[in-house]
T-cell receptor, first 114, second 115 residues
């Protein structure tokens, strides 16, 4: 069982370039989200979606865009990469709502912006 | 607003000795609480989660956590450390009434296990 799949695993971008980080899940989860992980700061929520066609901003949304056309896919777009976006990005999915809903995470994408 | 504080950024233990990773939370509601583990260059894996059924929660790989409401703590323990336990551990809180289902992560504790 695949779970949550992220591509690519590694990426180097030049400042100003754009790219899309892909995320797909095969568990039929309503809820999907993107986090970034920076040293000493844990993970911070970028954007999330509670279902196809519905997205909203998290804690650190600036410079990122998302869409959710299907239940399975939730791509994250960097519009114009900046060195401050150098980070490790994680996609997560879960059943929406309820107490103690476990989130399932992808393997992460390590992004470097030079 | 909810928050979570992991009291130690690094913990070093010898193999076979007990592990204690400390976590305090702040929440206006009865929170959801989790511990996740991240091995080097890997994604995050759920160790255990708090349900209101019991204050002592058992997880995978011999880990446990005790929910203490009076102390707003959810410390993670293991009786005997193994080399494979070396990883980063995150205490996570979530407000079950928040429609964003946002997870609030602590800053992480890196566990080092000495042979």
């Amino acid at each position: 069982n695949a779970g949550v799949t992220q591509t690519p695993k590694f990426q180097v971008l030049k400042t100003g370039q754009s790219m899309t980080l892909q995320c797909a899940q095969d568990m039929n989860h309503e809820y999907m989200s993107w986090y970034r992980q920076d040293p000493g700061m844990g993970l911070r929520l970028i954007h999330y979606s509670v279902g196809a066609g519905i997205t909203d901003q998290g804690e650190v949304p600036n410079g990122y865009n998302v869409s959710r056309s299907t239940t399975e896919d939730f791509p994250l777009r960097l519009l114009s990469a900046a060195p401050s976006q150098t980070s490790v990005y994680f996609c997560a999915s879960s059943y929406a709502g309820g107490y103690n809903t476990e989130a399932f995470f992808g393997q992460g994408t390590r992004l470097t912006v030079v | 607003a909810q928050s979570v504080t992991q009291l130690d950024s690094h913990v070093s233990v010898s193999e076979g000795t007990p592990v204690l990773l400390r976590c305090n939370y702040s929440s206006s509601y009865s929170p959801s609480l989790f511990w996740y583990v991240q091995h080097p260059n890997k994604g995050l894996q759920l160790l255990l989660k708090y349900t209101s059924a019991a204050t002592l929660v058992k997880g995978i790989n011999g880990f446990e956590a005790e929910f203490k409401k009076s102390e707003t703590s959810f410390h993670l323990t293991k009786p005997s450390a193994h080399m494979s336990d070396a990883a980063e551990y995150f205490c996570v809180v979530s407000d079950p009434t928040d429609s964003s289902y946002k997870l609030i992560f602590g800053s992480g504790t890196r566990l080092l296990v000495r042979p």
